[in-house]
């Protein structure tokens, strides 16, 4: 199955970082993509915190949710929408959601992200709790490709990458791809992004496709980016280096992943 991991540098616009995210998507369905992924916060990287709340969507109603099952439906593609701010019952906090949409336009699954972002070296500060209410509960759905095979594929967002659980839980539930839509700052992804992002492929022996935002934003913040794509034994399949948007395109091979279990079969071996 060919995927492609979309980076962007979104602003402050919701509206503009729509029109960028279409092109982008376009091309990935030129290339002959099934899934695309966008990153987190594709729609929104806005000045303050707070300017997610009044952006905040119900289910099944809103201007992102319309562009992207519009776009799933106009370019036939399975599309993972980096994430939304989606209501949360009061008026100080918005879910970080997930949503997949097939290429029907219909919503196939929605995960709320579960562990917030906290950070504080003395120059940079960050704590996504402040309007953010976290998940519960893991995601996991399948995708049926054109070559008749049916693809398992786990959500996570960003900072849930530190937690290595949530990936096992996945896996137990027989998770094959990993995606993760992140803004990973340029300080912390410098430092462990692509680390991380290879650790999870080798312990669940599963392909991991991370989008990202990469470089310099609006409201003066630097993402990391290096949008990139992992198979299952942790050996970069495609990648992006460069800051600035872009497509990353990759070929999953299912066989590849049944290798690696058949020779390492580890996550049978689990004893915690």
Same mark, same amino acid.
């Given at each position: 199955?060919?995927?492609? %991991?979309?980076?962007?540098?979104?602003?402050?616009?919701?509206?503009a970082n729509l029109a960028r995210a279409r092109t982008l998507?376009?091309?990935?369905?030129? %290339?002959?993509?099934?899934?695309?992924?966008? #990153?987190?916060? +594709?729609?929104?990287?806005?000045?303050?915190?707070?300017?997610?709340? *009044?952006?905040?969507?119900? #289910?099944?109603?809103? #201007?992102?949710?319309?562009?992207?099952?519009?776009?799933?439906?106009? @370019?036939?593609?399975?599309?993972?929408?980096?994430?939304?701010?989606?209501?949360?019952?009061?008026?100080?906090?918005? +879910?970080?959601?997930?949503?997949?949409?097939?290429?029907?336009?219909?919503?196939?699954?929605?995960?709320?992200?579960?562990?917030? +972002?906290? +950070?504080?070296?003395?120059?940079? $500060?960050?704590?996504?709790? /402040?309007?953010? %209410?976290?998940?519960?509960? #893991?995601?996991? @759905?399948?995708?049926?490709?054109?070559?008749?095979?049916?693809?398992?594929?786990?959500?996570?967002?960003?900072?849930?990458?530190?937690? *290595?659980?949530?990936?096992?839980?996945?896996?137990? $539930?027989?998770?094959?791809?990993?995606?993760?839509?992140?803004? @990973?700052?340029?300080?912390?992804? $410098? %430092?462990?992004?692509?680390?991380?992002?290879?650790?999870?492929?080798?312990?669940?022996?599963?392909?991991?496709?991370? *989008?990202?935002?990469?470089? =310099?934003?609006?409201?003066?913040? =630097?993402?990391?980016?290096?949008?990139?794509?992992?198979?299952?034994?942790?050996?970069?399949?495609?990648?992006? /280096?460069?800051?600035?948007?872009?497509?990353?395109?990759?070929?999953?091979?299912?066989?590849?992943? =049944?290798?690696?279990?058949? $020779?390492? *079969?580890?996550?049978?071996?689990?004893?915690?």
């Open positions: 199955m060919k995927i492609a %991991a979309i980076q962007m540098v979104s602003g402050t616009g919701r509206e998507l376009a091309q990935a369905a030129g %290339a002959g993509a099934e899934l695309a992924a966008l #990153p987190e916060y +594709f729609c929104l990287m806005g000045q303050r915190d707070t300017d997610k709340l *009044p952006l905040r969507e119900t #289910p099944g109603q809103g #201007p992102v949710q319309d562009f992207l099952a519009g776009c799933a439906r106009e @370019f036939g593609l399975w599309i993972v929408g980096g994430t939304l701010p989606m209501d949360a019952g009061d008026d100080g906090h918005v +879910f970080n959601t997930t949503l997949v949409y097939s290429p029907d336009g219909a919503c196939a699954a929605r995960y709320d992200k579960i562990h917030l +972002f906290c +950070f504080d070296n003395g120059r940079e $500060q960050y704590d996504e709790a /402040r309007v953010i %209410a976290p998940g519960r509960t #893991p995601v996991l @759905f399948e995708l049926p490709s054109r070559d008749g095979q049916r693809w398992k594929i786990g959500l996570s967002v960003c900072y849930d990458l530190r937690f *290595p659980e949530l990936y096992r839980a996945l896996a137990a $539930q027989g998770a094959e791809l990993l995606l993760v839509p992140a803004a @990973f700052t340029h300080t912390t992804g $410098q %430092a462990h992004w692509e680390l991380l992002l290879r650790a999870r492929a080798i312990e669940n022996l599963a392909w991991v496709a991370a *989008p990202a935002q990469g470089g =310099r934003h609006e409201n003066g913040r =630097r993402t990391w980016g290096q949008t990139l794509v992992a198979d299952p034994w942790g050996q970069l399949a495609a990648e992006r /280096r460069e800051e600035g948007e872009g497509v990353v395109l990759a070929e999953l091979d299912i066989a590849r992943l =049944r290798a690696c279990r058949q $020779q390492l *079969p580890a996550l049978g071996h689990r004893v915690l």
